[in-house]
């Protein structure tokens, strides 16, 4: 019950942070299109994230959890000396990591820009890129104040948090259009003023997103301080669980250089060819649609999951373990599978009503909802995986998803690349879309097998049963759609 209600809280969190950030998506590409220029944006402002996660993030959500519910068993003041230094580390990298990205900017953004861009495109992704960089820091700060929250039982605040960026975002675009009346098809007629508002006011949502976690997080009872006595304080088998994790991180990241140069390439092509714009922006913006099912759904019943999980696997409750996986296993496929069939059906109308005003177009929406819809058939493997990650997770096993990792992404570039080369520039993107699903269709089976090797009993005769009847009514109630 305690899962369920957290799951209840944290969904409607996501909900509405979610609702909103659909609307800021709007807004964007009302504001900004899907020209060059949005691409161009995209890429400044994915970059933060991309590092963030790449460095500490992905470490943060496998470790800090299991390891923070550890100590707060098994130590005398309930975990919190652990998590002041784990706090303080953590801090300390990501100011150093945000300082020395800034610094780096403009070989970071030539790692991620195809051979066909031009100086003044690459300039102006340079400077978003150095405007943005700085979130490191703050995505960084949100996401250590969350787990802390997390694993003190508090789940709605974190979730609520990203509303607040959203509506900063919101107000950034909106100036954009309404005050500002910039011309996001003509890269020339764009101002300094206009190009540091976008950047300055996207990094001040994420800022505000992490400040508003510190009330809610003094009403837990947690108060922080420095602690820099790191030397025999349990930090170095997080450190070590950790790196796997980097791993697992780093082996996305190189896929998604590979993708990004494709999708970006395909934008400048459509530019110089008169065609519809469909590149990076389109990309991103599909798997925004195709994800928001998934963290409505998946992400708040495993958050809330998690914590329970690690104390089975730190109790030897294996079998228990293995029960709890398999049944929320079956939840998710059963709510997942009839969106993933929604969705490949409506991808283009979803698409057109989401993201089809202003500068954006309706041709250029439509062509988006092409790779929502190749992105769903991918969706109720993407939700498995994740929790299947989950599992390991809460065994304080970090090396294995590392090699899932491997084989998810390897899947994914020997089918999207020589996919990419064989379709008209026009599908390109939607093909990128379409390896995505096959390769996690794959992968999440890959995973479940290897899973039930380590000795955890999963359910697959049920599982199978509850997927193939989910499927059959899917189908038909497709057919009616």
Wanted: proline letters at 4%; aromatic letters at 10%.
């Amino acid at each position: 019950m305690s899962v369920i209600r957290n799951s209840a809280y944290m969904a409607l969190g996501t909900a509405v942070s979610r609702v909103t950030g659909v609307l800021r998506d709007v807004a964007m590409t009302a504001a900004l299109g899907f020209y060059v220029l949005s691409d161009a944006y995209s890429l400044g402002n994915t970059l933060p994230n991309i590092i963030y996660i790449l460095m500490v993030g992905g470490a943060l959500n496998a470790v800090f959890i299991p390891q923070l519910v550890r100590h707060m068993q098994d130590d005398s003041d309930a975990g919190k000396a652990f998590a002041d230094r784990l706090l303080t580390a953590t801090g300390s990298i990501l100011l150093a990591l945000s300082i020395v990205s800034v610094l780096l900017a403009p070989f970071i953004v030539q790692l991620y820009s195809p051979s066909n861009m031009s100086p003044e495109q690459a300039d102006l992704a340079v400077t978003f890129a150095r405007l943005c960089l700085p979130q490191i820091f703050f995505y960084g700060a949100y996401t250590m104040l969350q787990q802390v929250l997390n694993a003190r039982g508090k789940f709605a605040a974190a979730m609520f948090a990203p509303v607040a960026n959203n509506l900063v975002a919101i107000t950034v675009f909106l100036v954009f259009i309404f005050v500002m009346q910039a011309d996001a098809s003509n890269l020339a007629s764009l101002t300094p003023n206009q190009i540091w508002w976008l950047g300055a006011g996207t990094t001040a949502g994420v800022v505000v997103q992490a400040l508003v976690l510190f009330p809610p997080l003094l009403q837990s009872g947690y108060k922080f301080n420095l602690r820099f006595d790191w030397r025999g304080s349990g930090l170095g088998k997080a450190a070590k669980l950790a790196t796997w994790t980097l791993g697992l991180v780093l082996a996305n990241q190189i896929a998604y250089i590979f993708i990004t140069r494709i999708a970006t390439a395909a934008n400048l092509a459509a530019e110089a060819s008169g065609a519809t714009p469909i590149g990076l922006t389109s990309y991103q913006k599909a798997h925004l649609v195709f994800v928001l099912p998934h963290s409505l759904i998946a992400v708040s019943l495993v958050t809330a999951l998690l914590p329970m999980m690690s104390r089975l696997a730190h109790a030897g409750e294996f079998a228990k373990l293995g029960s709890e996986i398999s049944r929320h296993a079956s939840l998710l496929l059963t709510a997942m599978v009839p969106i993933a069939v929604l969705l490949f059906l409506t991808g283009e109308n979803v698409a057109q009503l989401l993201f089809g005003y202003g500068a954006a177009g309706v041709d250029a929406a439509r062509a988006t909802g092409n790779v929502i819809a190749y992105m769903a058939i991918g969706l109720p493997a993407y939700s498995l995986v994740y929790v299947l990650y989950r599992a390991w997770y809460a065994q304080e096993n970090t090396r294995t998803p590392f090699f899932i990792a491997v084989i998810l992404n390897v899947l994914n570039l020997a089918i999207a690349i020589p996919l990419a080369d064989a379709v008209d520039n026009s599908f390109k993107v939607a093909s990128l879309g379409l390896s995505y699903s096959i390769a996690y269709s794959l992968t999440a089976v890959v995973a479940w097998l290897w899973l039930r090797r380590t000795g955890i009993e999963l359910s697959t005769r049920a599982t199978v049963f509850e997927l193939t009847k989910v499927a059959a009514a899917a189908t038909v109630a497709g057919l009616i759609v």
